[in-house]
């Protein structure tokens, strides 16, 4: 197992994350995000939990990272890998609990991590109290009126109110047995059965989570990822969709009759006031991150004025084509419309629901997916705003494509009987050191296996050998991120575009920064003829290789420490 003691502090580690700054932390902050089962299992259970995340802090802090995102670890009946929450306000002994939950945050803000956690409003578990309640309930009852029952349809009631269909596929109705043993009502579920879609128009639900909200920030954490951020309230009739076939064509894909109602929206302002509520009280900034999946950078910025979300993610640089065109213009929409707002946008190529980089980039034959992956990483931390990393990105994981269908865990295999988007290959256990399973991730001498098999190729990508490979992923995002903390023109700040080539972006981070990405396969003339700052590849003066970003410095911009003062004169091609 990787071994470092929590109570190690690696060289130049910081104290608690600091208040009262000028601009709040979160703006152009680079999160790690935790896969708690999949991090570091320190039990020998074969499943990661909190202590592991206390054991891998320093190795975030060495990476150089400003924080960490937790996945769910409240307590849980696992159908959803805990996105199915049955009290959100306890950690499932799985995981751990809430003294190595507050062990946690204490050893992440001496390090000068903030802790984001994850919430999940628009939806619980079926083993939560309330649901159980509901159902011995029976029709009419108040705890019925905390979700979304309604009678069925057609000759006794048994066909679906409407038909609307589940993201994760089936209808998005279930038919419960009364408590008298007679075919009763129907539940609204937008994911899975076992996932009962709350009703956010009855107050005792908001309520609830407002305290939930101040239960975690009274115990130190730092701010919130929003679970379906746009979901939370359905349209009060639950009227027939019109196209009932497109939640299942497309994971993303967003009924506008469930998604993105117009009260949604004063969720976000009672969230944020609590939050600006505790920066008063001690002057650290809150953040409120949100899982807004809409269909325009303008449908999200409405979800990210002053005083609703401080943040969310923004999906389509993650969705967009190795095109510099299509790069472009999601960039600059995102730039438009979002940072417009006030905000800042938060940039995302990976997480623990979408295919991973090197391997989504690498098409049928997979030749250029490393090298573009690499690329894009550079081309996102080059960018004005936040970002996040998920984990093992730092490693260059590729999917793991062909796990064996008794192994997969994941609800939309379950339900559709397809691996199309089934999520489990981004999910599967952190592989750290040695050269076979666990590969570091389970405690010394388990002979319980990771709760995802591991592939053997696992061994070209631990930590241990990333960290003795100055070539490798983890040393192109240390050396990223050591430059926007030292840069000052990289993080929040201006963006211009230079004219460039067609399969070639270039831009400027205000006086002293240039950035290109050569998104075609042949090598271009570079818009400098110094050798760049850092780049995701060989570059040799005057030239950008295929598939390569770089950093330059112009302008004699002086950088100190493990990187060298350049000055960099334009190329007349240019």
Known sequence: MFTISPAEEPPGSATAPPGGRDRPWWRDAVLY???????????????????????????????????????????????????DVADYQDVDPVFGDLQEFDGLVADAHRLGLRTVIDIVPNHCSAAHPWFTAALTGGPGSPERAMFHFADGRGPGGDEPPNNWRAMFGGPAWSRVTEPDGSPGQWYLHLFTPEQPDLNWRD???????????????????????????????KHPALPDSTD????????????????????????????????????????????????????????????????????????????????????????????????????????????????????????ETGVFGATRARAAALLMLALPGAAYVYQGEELGLPEVVDLPDEALTDPIFRRTGSRRYVRDGCRVPMPWSGHASPFGFTAQGSTAQPWLPQPAWFAEHTTDRALQD??????????????????????????????SPPDVLVFARGDGLLCAVNFGEDPVPAPLLTLPLLSSGPVQPGLLPGNTAAWWATDCTTVTGNTTTATATPTPSA
């Open 203 to 233: 107050p005792r639900v908001p309520r609830h989570f407002e305290q939930v909200l101040r239960f975690w920030l009274d115990r130190g954490v730092d701010g919130f990822r929003i679970d379906v951020a746009a979901g939370l309230f």
């Open 470 to 499: 100055t070539g490798s992923f983890w040393h192109l995002y240390r050396d990223a991120l050591m430059l926007r903390d030292k840069l000052p023109q990289l993080g929040e700040g201006s963006l211009t575009w230079i004219d």
């Open 33 to 83: 995000q935790v896969y708690v089962r999949s991090f570091l299992d320190s039990t020998g259970d074969g499943v990661g939990d909190l202590a592991g995340v206390r054991v891998g802090l320093p190795y975030l802090r060495k990476l150089g990272v400003d924080g960490i995102w937790l996945s769910p670890f409240y307590p849980s009946p696992q159908h959803d890998h805990g996105y």
């Open 244 to 363: 009932p076939e497109a939640d299942e064509r497309s994971r993303d894909s967003v009924n506008p009759l469930a998604w993105n109602q117009p009260e949604v929206h004063g969720v976000w302002r009672r969230w944020r006031a609590i939050c600006e509520e505790y920066t008063a009280r001690d002057g650290r900034d809150r953040l409120l991150v949100g899982e807004v999946s809409v269909p325009t950078a303008a449908d999200q910025s409405r979800y990210v004025r002053a005083d609703e979300l401080h943040q969310a993610f923004f999906f389509h640089l993650l969705s967009a084509p190795w095109n510099a065109g299509a790069f472009r213009k999601t960039i600059g929409e995102a730039l438009r419309d979002i940072a417009g707002t006030g905000s800042t946008v938060t940039w995302v190529l990976n997480n623990h629901d979408q295919v991973r980089t090197v391997t989504r980039y690498g098409g």
